[in-house]
Structures are given as C-alpha cells and as structure tokens.
C-alpha cells in the first residue's frame, strides 16, 4: 500500500525546511561578524540553543594522529547523549537530532536574535 501524501503535508514540509534554511543563513552572517565571547563556565546549561566556539582537529599524517587545526563557530545545547551523559550537543536543527561529534568548547555566545528570530 502506497502513503498518500497530501498538498498540506507537502506545503507544512517545505515551510519548515525554508525556516530551517532561513535560521542558517541568519546564524551564518552573525557569526561572520564574531560574536562576543564569554567564558564556557558561564555558559547556561538549561537547554537551550547557544554557539559554542570549538577546536576542529586534522589529521596528521607526519605523527598519526589528529591534531588541533584551529576552531570554528557551532550551534549547540546542553544535555544527554545516547548513554544519558550530559555534555555538549551539537544542534542538527530539531530537538531529538544531534551529532555523535565531541566538541571540545573554548568559549560560548548566545544565538543571535536575528538567527533566533528564524528558528526552526
């Protein structure tokens, strides 16, 4: 049996995926024009959404294994992996979605209101 899927689906899914897109650009040109930092021990641990500056690593061929590169703006929240550890979890655009990706946090800043505005 084949699922239907109705104009109003269709029409709900695209709205949502347009938030979505919307909400990325927003927090894109945001981080573009850096955020203030704060210190992560001030960082809220109550859910919601903030950006998280982080270390991204590479891999080095030379010693084998991964090394610092740098860092990079991320959006993500407080709360529990898998296991039902608590720790930092990258956003993927819904509240059941996150990445496995360990994030090691060096500083925090709230989502801009522009980004906030558009929030999936």
Known sequence: ?????TKEMQDAYWEEWQQTQDHWLALAEA??????QEPMDTAPKDGR??????????WSSDI????ATGDKWTEARWGKDLSGKEEWLKWCGDEKTHTTE????LAWAPVPSTASSVAP
């Open 49 to 58: 959404r903030i950006l998280i500056k982080t270390v991204t690593f590479g």
């Open 31 to 36: 981080i573009k024009a850096q955020p203030k």
């Open 64 to 67: 084998c294994q991964n090394v």
């Open 1 to 5: 049996m084949r699922d239907i899927i």
């Open 102 to 105: 360990g994030l090691t946090p």
